[in-house]
């Protein structure tokens, strides 16, 4: 089944302790996304990657990192998590970075920072 | 950047009746592609429909229809005969064809559908 894995579903930490929240795709996709969803905010984009080692910031990067080393996978780094992190997180992938295809979603990832 | 707006955050829907759910966007750019996607409660992206900019005639897909007005800048989505399963959050979207693939959301409209 093709698909976009996020791990994990959910995770409560408190500040400071460095986090990974891990994204795989199934479906040879060579753009990745991650994006943050706050109420009354939507989705905004955190990183990009258009390719394997092409990664590059989106409207909110602050605070996060990301790697693509491989093809598959993307995941989502907070170095040292604030409060202000906490929020709903989804990877997305698509085929390549342009055309009328749309984003895959994750299922989301609950972050809460105390 | 290009702003996506989605106003009246919550809309109710009588079960089998229309709904319209309105969303304009803010561009310089003639050559882009637009989407509504929808989030049950199980949190999900799921996407519903999609637009390209450079067809007039307006995308459909079943029960879910768009009004495309490119001069006016404007994309809302008609759900009809609605149903209990489409009650969600409904995300606008906005992509340029060219850049980085980033989506530009609205804030979203729930959709309350009343049996």
């Known amino acids: 089944e093709a698909q976009v894995t996020q791990n994990p579903r959910y995770l409560i930490t408190v500040t400071g302790k460095k986090l990974t929240v891990t994204c795989s795709q199934n479906?040879?996709?060579?753009?990745m996304s991650w994006y943050r969803q706050d109420p009354g905010l939507g989705l905004r984009q955190i990183y990009y990657s258009m390719n394997v080692e092409v990664t590059d910031k989106g409207d909110v990067p602050e605070g996060y990192k990301v790697s693509r080393k491989e093809k598959r996978n993307f995941p989502l780094i907070l170095e040292s998590p604030s409060p202000n992190q906490t929020s709903l997180y989804f990877c997305?992938?698509?085929?390549w970075g342009g055309g009328n295809q749309p984003q895959h979603f994750g299922d989301g990832t609950r972050l809460s920072i105390l | 950047a290009q702003t996506v707006t989605q106003s009246q955050p919550e809309m109710s829907v009588q079960e089998a009746e229309t709904v319209t759910l309105s969303c304009t966007y803010d561009?310089?750019?003639?050559?882009?592609?637009l989407f509504w996607y929808k989030q049950p409660p199980s949190r999900q992206m799921i996407l519903v429909i999609r637009?390209?900019?450079?067809?007039?005639q307006n995308a459909t897909e079943n029960r879910f229809s768009v009004n495309f007005q490119k001069a006016a800048k404007s994309f809302s989505l008609k759900i009809s005969d609605s149903q209990l399963g489409d009650a969600a959050m409904y995300f606008c979207a906005y992509r340029s064809a060219r850049g980085n693939n980033r989506l530009a959301f609205g804030k979203g409209n729930q959709v309350v559908v009343i049996p």
């Open positions: 997305a992938s698509s085929l």
């Open positions: 637009q390209e900019a450079y067809k007039q």
């Open positions: 479906m040879n996709h060579e753009y």
């Open positions: 561009t310089s750019e003639s050559d882009y592609y």
